[in-house]
């Protein structure tokens, strides 16, 4: 058998490339691999190729080399793809590592803004006018007062806090009851209103006719005011009260 001299890349489709990879995996062949060479080297030296005779008994024929060659190739095989397996697991792992890793460094990035938010953050109670610690313990009822913690507690301050603005939250509501109540009050007094300047415009009508009526009877009284006495008596007689109604119709 003539040994090639060109070794190429395994093909794809090579059964060794799919071999199952047995529980207990082979001892390495290195150790079988160095005197297996120097046989084949000798071999090779004695070859037809070279213009030399054969060596005649040898001690190892071709086909036990070739053999060899096989089991160590075999062995050598199913740990490279052993090796790739893990390889391809490790990977795997790595790429979830590296997934969780980018997970973790997201979080801790909006972790790290919420902090500054909170450090940054400006409590809106600050702003409003609450009252004063002495008015509120002055002004807050007994049970409210109890429901505090001792002043020596680190709760004290917050929980403090709490009930004043709880305090004045009630203090507002009952402000908008009130607030209520006058603008109920305030609507009621508008429709009275409305309705006194509804009757006092009646009245005015009235009072307009009733003026315009009481200047005809002046009128009237007026020019027989300036007739000559001698005349009234004879022309016509004195206006009686009839007579001015009908003429101020």
Known sequence: MVLPKT???????????????PENLPISPQSDLDPLLDV??????????????????????????TSSIRQIT?????????SRNGVAESRNKLDLVDEDLRSLEYELTRVRD?????????PAYEEMELPSVEEYLAQAEESALNALPSKDSEEYDHELTIARLEYELKEIEKREIELNQITK?????????KEIKMKFDAVDVHL??????????????????????????????????????????
């Open 7 to 21: 070794i190429y890349p395994p093909s794809p489709l090579d059964p060794l490339l799919l071999l199952p990879i």
């Open 40 to 65: 084949i080297q000798s071999h090779i030296k004695h070859s037809p190729f070279d213009g030399k005779e054969k060596i005649e008994n040898e001690e190892i024929p071709i086909t036990v080399l």
């Open 74 to 82: 075999r062995k050598s095989q199913i740990l490279l793809n052993k």
């Open 114 to 122: 919420e902090i500054k938010k909170c450090s940054e953050y400006a």
């Open 185 to 193: 009050e305030r609507d009621n007094l508008i429709k009275i209103k």
């Open 208 to 249: 307009g006719g009733f003026s315009r009526s009481a200047n005809a009877v002046a009128s009237k009284l007026k020019d027989v005011a300036e007739l000559p006495i001698t005349q009234i008596s004879i022309e016509s007689p004195l206006p009686t009260s009839e007579s001015i109604t009908m003429t101020s119709t």
